[in-house]
């Protein structure tokens, strides 16, 4: 995965990485994460680099967290691998509270109205943070569907679509001829 070509910090910049303040709650969290894993494979970070060039990123509680284990783990906060220094930050940021409220949200998750681009949204951003309860395709089908409006619901079901995203795409296409 990682190549041999040298990355610098500059080239790490050049991808507009996102901050993180601690603020922004799990999904804020899973967005960070996942912005930071999409520039590293990008660039080709170095291993080494990765917890160095994301942790520049980060400001208010969220640096100031960071700069508490830098003082408890002196040079060694920085030779952490990138899987480490996630767990803490999710340990961290994500209260298991939250993530109890928003596993409730996902199984609750519904149409409000005609509004499927927003339910769509909001059912994307909570099933990357539960891959365990909808762990596979097929499951995502199934939980996307049930929490779609009465006037669509048989329709998409009995259609069997095979992926998220060609359910999604007739959810979509029966809203817009309603």
Not at 10 to 32: H, S, Y
Not at 77 to 100: F, R
Not at 102 to 130: A, C, M, R, S
Request: charged residues 25%; hydrophobic residues 40%; neutral net charge.
């Amino acid at each position: 995965m990682q190549t041999a070509r040298l990355c610098f910090y500059a080239d790490f910049m050049k991808c507009q990485p996102l901050n993180f303040k601690g603020t922004e709650g799990v999904i804020g969290l899973t967005r960070w994460i996942e912005k930071m894993e999409s520039v590293f494979s990008i660039i080709g970070c170095a291993i080494e680099n990765q917890v160095k060039f994301a942790t520049c990123t980060l400001l208010g509680a969220a640096l100031t967290w960071w700069n508490g284990q830098i003082r408890t783990l002196g040079p060694d906060a920085y030779a952490m691998t990138w899987e480490v220094l996630k767990k803490k930050m999710m340990d961290k940021y994500c209260p298991q509270g939250e993530i109890k409220k928003l596993e409730i949200e996902l199984w609750n998750l519904k149409v409000k109205g005609i509004d499927v681009p927003t339910y769509t949204k909001h059912f994307q951003e909570l099933t990357l943070i539960y891959t365990k309860f909808v762990a596979n395709e097929t499951e995502k089908i199934d939980k996307y569907i049930s929490g779609l409006p009465d006037n669509i619901y048989g329709n998409v079901k009995s259609s069997k679509p095979k992926t998220l995203d060609e359910t999604i795409e007739l959810a979509n296409d029966l809203m817009d001829q309603m």
